[in-house]
């Protein structure tokens, strides 16, 4: 047999393998998570704040976790977009192509997307103590923007670089200028893979506990205003399964399914959109 064909073969089960690998961890996570968090989901835990001694086994919910997880992770993506959309429309619009300040700018997105999210909650909190700041709603929103901000800017930038220059050029050729160019003939194309990267982002904001251990705080009460610290979901996890009644790590895993849930969610909403939307792409 040929040389080719084996090394085809071979890597060609490999993928299967792989393939199999991350489906069966998925099917063993999503069983954990149901078997042990859905008999103890109830009512209560979505729509009750902590009563008082919640995460001893007394009564209550997890209302103000769901809640400051939306807004934290919502605020934070809006925050990370006012940010990302016009870094990435100069890279791919106004900078030269392959320009030495394009590369490190990718570059440093490359290694701002490496680091560890303890390290974001750390770096706020340095700032938080530099200014003497409390924990807070707006301090987790700052830190989870940094965290998602190149995510979502490569994401974008990959997206826009994809585009044809053939149709950019046209529009030029028409008499567009560069920003029109941008609005209504770039970000129009890629307005899929941008909404795409704004919900993974949003994702990513919503699970991550590390960045807002020491920013967000947390309160057993949902915040009213950006001062004010705020619960989240992965922290609501995270108490509950240190205690050492029973009853509260199940809640712990009911609380998960809970943001499993969300996350599936954002999934299938992402998914719906970016087909939606390619169906007027440009192919």
Known sequence: M?????????FLFLMRISAILIVLSLILILFTIIAK????????????TPKGGYYLGKEGGILNAIMGSLFLAGGATILSMLISLPVVIYLNIYAKKNSKLSEFIRFSFDVLWGIPSIVYGAFGFTIMLFFNLRASLLAGIIVVAL?????????????????PAGLIETSYALGATKLETAFKVVIKQTLPGIITAILIALGRGIGDAASVLF???????IPNSLLKPAATLPLAIFFQLLTPIPEVQERAYASAFILTAIILIISIVSRIITNRFSKNLIK
């Open 215 to 221: 920013t967000a705080g947390f309160s057993d009460y």
């Open 147 to 163: 965290l998602i901000l190149p995510i979502m800017s490569r994401t974008i930038d990959e997206v826009m670089r994809m585009v």
């Open 2 to 10: 040929d040389r080719r064909k084996i090394e085809e073969k071979i």
């Open 37 to 48: 968090g859905l008999p103890s989901l109830n009512l209560a835990m979505i729509t009750q």
